[in-house]
């Protein structure tokens, strides 16, 4: 019996291609790539929580808040200071935000975590931009340039305290 490989062609060279992109990435990059990819996960796990295919939405998920979780956890605090904890903030509401809006079964709790994301990459990217054109000191992520924000998150969500626990894992629910 011969075995066949789930994988198409087209999907090994793509996946080859993120292996390489990932590890010839500088800090900076690494973090817009984690950005995007929880934004594309978390706009994947909002289709399927509206035509109900829990096992999908629940993968989707937890991707996005490994995702998130890698970003909280290599913040620099030292280099960063307030922006890093600025960050640790945002991040620790976003997957305060995802175990929430999943239990609930709220699209909108995933999709306002993508509009924050997207905050970011819009942020991160210019202040890329004004680096490159010399307009700025150095800046590595966590540190220097404060991404543009529509705002902090309300207060009124914003759950967890300074000694927070670890985010739970996303459970399945129907």
Request: aromatic share 4%; net charge negative; proline share 4%.
């Amino acid at each position: 019996m011969q075995h066949s490989n789930s994988y198409s062609p087209q999907s090994q060279v793509q996946s080859h291609y993120q292996r390489m992109q990932i590890t010839t990435a500088d800090p900076f990059e690494l973090m817009l790539i984690l950005y995007r990819g929880a934004v594309q996960r978390l706009q994947s796990a909002a289709k399927h929580m509206k035509e109900g295919r829990i096992e999908q939405r629940v993968a989707d998920l937890n991707k996005a808040q490994d995702m998130i979780l890698e970003l909280k956890v290599t913040l620099d605090f030292e280099k960063g200071g307030d922006i890093a904890k600025q960050l640790d903030r945002l991040y620790s509401y976003m997957l305060s935000r995802l175990v929430e809006a999943n239990a609930r079964q709220e699209v909108e709790g995933l999709l306002e975590v993508v509009r924050l994301l997207k905050t970011l990459i819009s942020g991160w990217e210019g202040a890329r931009e004004n680096l490159k054109n010399g307009q700025g000191g150095e800046v590595s992520p966590g540190q220097g340039a404060e991404p543009e924000q529509s705002g902090s998150p309300p207060s009124s969500r914003q759950r967890q305290e300074d000694g927070e626990a670890a985010p739970q894992r996303l459970e399945m629910s129907a």
